[in-house]
């Protein structure tokens, strides 16, 4: 059992920055491969970004390549979402997820755990 606590997340304006976190609990978080996604109003939620369990292998949404960044630190049980050079259309819930595995996941329903989220607007 893995529980998620997401924070980080805020208002910020166009072009500016903000880093998730989201903390996991338990003593096997380096055995993990991680997501985040999010949800905007009216919207499915939608893949973002993912990471190995080891942090050597990394994967974007096009949406946010180049502008995004995913890290964790198995030191920590955390893993962090870097996101730069934000739009608008980036004002969503952010959601961390988890699941057991040696690759990184792309779609929602691979992942096993969610945490209940983290809010972010940009604004004009």
């Known amino acids: 059992q893995v529980q998620l606590v997401e924070s980080g997340g805020g208002l910020v304006q166009t072009g500016g920055s903000l880093r998730l976190s989201c903390a996991a609990s338990?003593?096997?978080?380096?055995?993990?491969?991680m997501g985040w996604f999010r949800q905007a109003p009216g919207k499915e939620r939608e893949f973002v970004a993912t990471i190995s369990r080891s942090g050597a292998g990394t994967y974007y949404a096009d949406s946010v390549k180049g502008r995004f960044t995913i890290s964790r630190d198995n030191a920590k049980n955390t893993v962090y979402l870097q996101m730069n050079s934000l739009k608008p259309e980036d004002t969503a819930v952010y959601y961390c997820?988890?699941?057991?595995?040696?690759?990184?996941?792309?779609?929602?329903?691979?992942?096993?755990?969610w945490g209940r989220g983290t809010q972010v607007t940009v604004s004009t």
């Open positions: 997820a988890a699941r057991q595995g040696a690759s990184y996941y792309i779609m929602r329903g691979e992942y096993s755990y």
């Open positions: 338990g003593r096997t978080f380096s055995s993990y491969a």
